[in-house]
């Protein structure tokens, strides 16, 4: 890559850095140190800076590397990813937005624990969404590193592993020194630059075929090297009986996942009620549906105008499809437009990981303080400490997610977070439900589908393709997978709602038909609401 590209990429990433730590230095100023303020900013932010920041949070790099290199690669059967983010986010709506608005304070635990024993269930869920949110940190930090290998010719190792590094430490630093407000004031930044980005790309891509979308398929189909087969089902989860299952996998993880993403679930607590909750999400749908629809043109687009073999050749996961792409549409690589457009692209790429980043670090330092420290001291923890030990935590939790990104650098950030959702869904969806819409629910059943959804999904990611006994594994040259799927929701997301049944059926606490009569009013009227 030419030093113009690298020198203005570089500026562009020092500007958004120096804005974002300028938002945060702005902020830590006018903190006044209550869990309220770290943890939901105060619960100030209108419906429509809270819809940006949620569409901020939600497209994260694998929306704006992953899954474009993957319909890039894949065609068909990469825009599973696209509609299967997109329609998740229905299911968020309809299901658990306002309700979850309604029952909770700061975390997915503060509504479970509305209505049952708070000790146990609090230390299932949060380590539950530590485990999401580290899972979700590792796929922006793969993308983080994909990025700059390619910024800086993708020979040097050292680069991308220090740009891991930094990556984690300025997560940190957004979290530890500006919690939830400076958090939300970067992503709404960032959502904006993504959405003008993709804007200006998808626009450019259908002028070079003269707005023929069909023109655009068939380039794609020609320049892909598998022919009609790429616009076909089963080009990559149509081989054998495991690809075709891994495909419902996947589907039922993206689209059940999202519910139960603890950085999404925290977000609305920054508004402050439950119907600003839900013009939030309004506005949120109107910018994610756009965007996803937009990345469906970018994947096709990187295949029709570059080839799929050269998306290949750069990456293997396919992370660089959308930078490589901007190149070309600006004219090429060594020209003006080129080096500007791949330059701006790269750095709103850069900008979407490190608020995502942000976001995530937020949420699971929030588990650890209000959920396991809070519940592990039986004094009960007062705010000061509570936040101080979301600090800390924050730093910890930086710590294992460069750790694990350092390790994971070749893997597809789109599917690396489809692990996460398949996480989330098998071990917070079932539990969130079950305690919004069961009558019965128990504490063991609540305990049980925690950790009866979590426990299987690790491991079997664990004994997956994923991890070894294929050459695109973490550990390519040993192999002790036993299970033949690379997402393993198909399995855990029953997994967990038949251990929440199990566990509610067998135990001989009687359900607290009082508390389950509050939450049910609470969560349909908002009366009593924090």
């Known amino acids: 890559m030419s030093g113009d590209h690298q020198t203005l990429a570089l500026l562009l990433f020092s500007a958004f850095i120096a804005v ?123 993308g983080a590193g994909s990025l700059v290998a390619l910024l800086l010719g993708g020979t040097s190792e050292t680069a991308r592993s220090w740009t891991v590094i930094g990556v984690g430490a300025l997560m940190v630093v957004y979290v530890s020194f500006g919690g939830m407000r400076a958090t939300t004031w970067i992503q709404i930044v960032k959502a904006v630059l993504l959405m003008t980005g993709a804007i200006a790309l998808t626009v450019l891509v259908l002028a070079r075929f003269h707005g023929d979308f069909n023109a655009l398929l068939e380039s794609a189909a020609r320049q892909s090297g598998h022919g009609r087969d790429f616009l076909a089902p089963g080009l990559r989860y149509g081989g054998d009986w495991t690809a075709r299952v891994d495909f419902i996998s996947l589907g039922l993880a993206l689209v059940l996942g999202t519910a139960g993403l603890p950085h999404i679930l925290s977000r609305f607590y920054t508004v402050p009620t439950a119907r600003a909750a839900r013009r ?47 190149q070309e549409l600006g004219g090429g690589e060594g020209s003006t437009g080129g080096t500007v457009l791949f330059a701006v692209v790269a750095a709103v790429a850069f900008a979407t990981i490190l608020a995502v980043v942000a976001g995530i670090t937020l949420a699971s330092s929030a588990s650890v303080a209000h959920d396991l420290y809070a519940s592990l001291r039986r004094n009960g923890a007062g705010q000061r400490s509570e936040v101080a030990v979301a600090r800390i935590a924050a730093a910890g939790i930086g710590a294992v997610a460069i750790a694990l990104g350092l390790v994971a650098r070749d893997l597809n950030v789109a599917f690396l977070v489809g692990l996460a959702f398949a996480v989330a869904a098998s071990a917070n969806l079932p539990v969130l439900l079950f305690s919004l819409f069961w009558r019965n629910f ?89």
């Open 20 to 142: 974002t730590l300028g938002i945060t230095t702005w902020v830590s100023r006018h903190r006044h140190g209550s869990a309220e303020e770290f943890y939901a900013g105060g619960r100030l932010f209108s419906p429509m800076e809270n819809g940006f920041a949620i569409a901020g949070d939600y497209m994260s790099a694998a929306s704006f590397l992953g899954i474009s290199g993957v319909i890039a690669l894949y065609g068909y059967d990469g825009m599973l990813y696209s509609v299967g983010f997109l329609v998740a986010w229905l299911v968020v709506l309809l299901l658990v937005a306002e309700l979850v608005r309604n029952c909770g304070r700061f975390t997915l635990a503060d509504v479970v624990a509305a209505r049952m024993r708070e000790r146990p269930v609090r230390i299932a869920a949060g380590t539950s969404s530590v485990t999401v949110s580290v899972l979700y940190l590792v796929a922006q930090m793969v």
């Open 280 to 326: 939030s999400v309004v506005w949120s749908i109107g910018l994610i549906g756009s965007f996803y629809l937009m990345t469906i043109v970018l994947g096709f687009g990187a295949a029709a105008i570059l080839g799929t073999d050269r998306v290949r050749a750069s990456n293997p996961a396919g992370n660089t499809a959308v930078p490589l792409l901007a």
């Open 442 to 530: 128990t504490t063991r059943g609540a305990v049980w589908s925690v950790y009866g959804g979590l426990i299987p999904a690790v491991l079997l990611v664990v004994l997956s393709p994923v991890v070894s006994g294929s050459p695109e594994a973490l550990f390519p040259h040993v192999d002790f997978h036993v299970f033949p799927l690379q997402n393993p929701g198909v399995v855990s997301i029953p997994l967990g709602f038949l251990a929440g049944w199990i566990g509610t059926v067998t135990s001989s606490e009687l359900p607290d038909e009082a508390k389950h009569a509050e939450t049910e009013v609470r969560a349909l009227t908002g009366a009593g609401a924090v």
